[in-house]
């Protein structure tokens, strides 16, 4: 469901380490992670899953959550990253934290998750509405859904560095993004697609934007 699988796989293990310095080290990241962590809004003792973790920048935020109770599962296909997010883990002697091999778009679970997160994901799928649904179902009704994405800015203010944003989306990231006529174009639709759905998904569903308008956060529980 997500396209090229194997491309992704191969940046995302090629570029690891580097990835994961600008994951967590950009300026002002870790307060949007923070920020995307509160809006889920996951409760002490629950379990939470983040699709498409990565190196596990969000990891420390969500586990702050849940307290010492609770469980997060990181779910990534790249080996490379995962091994970044499990050295984290370890380093840290999170035991309640766990990574695993797998499609975020059919992930190997089926029960007990009571939220599910996924940061700068969605715009790598094909059909980001019916992966959105899909999460929704896993949670069940009651349980919260949280997007936080990147996408360009329609504020004036900011439209200037729209083609700075053009140049990260061309050049840093893998075919799943850049691979086409209209890359950028293709990730505003996406992240938008996936942002609507969660709010047609969700009652009280929260959606703000952040850093000129080029960060997407949306947050709310299943109806
Ligand atoms: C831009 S990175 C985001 C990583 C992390 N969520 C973060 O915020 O730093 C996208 C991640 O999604 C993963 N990914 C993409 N499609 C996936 C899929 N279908 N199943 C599992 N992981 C996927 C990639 O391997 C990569 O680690």
Redesign the pocket.
Known sequence: ??DP?GS??QF?TRWAWL?DLV?VHTPGIGAV?RTAAARLDPQPGETVV??????G??LPFLRERVGPKGRVIG????PG?LAVASSRVERHGWENVHVVR????EPPLEEGVDCVF????VG??EDPVTVVDMWAGLVGSGGRVGL?DLARSSQRVARPLNGLFRQFVTHANPR?VRGSSDPLGRLDRRVAAAHRRLGQRCQNAQYETHALGFVRLSGGTVD
Request: glycine residues 6%; aromatic residues 8%; contains cysteine.
């Open positions: 469901m997500s699988i992704t796989q995302y990835y994951a992670r983040e699709m498409g973790c990565g190196s920048a969000n779910v990534d296909m790249s990253v797998a499609d975020a778009t996924a940061s700068l994901v790598m799928f936080l799943s």
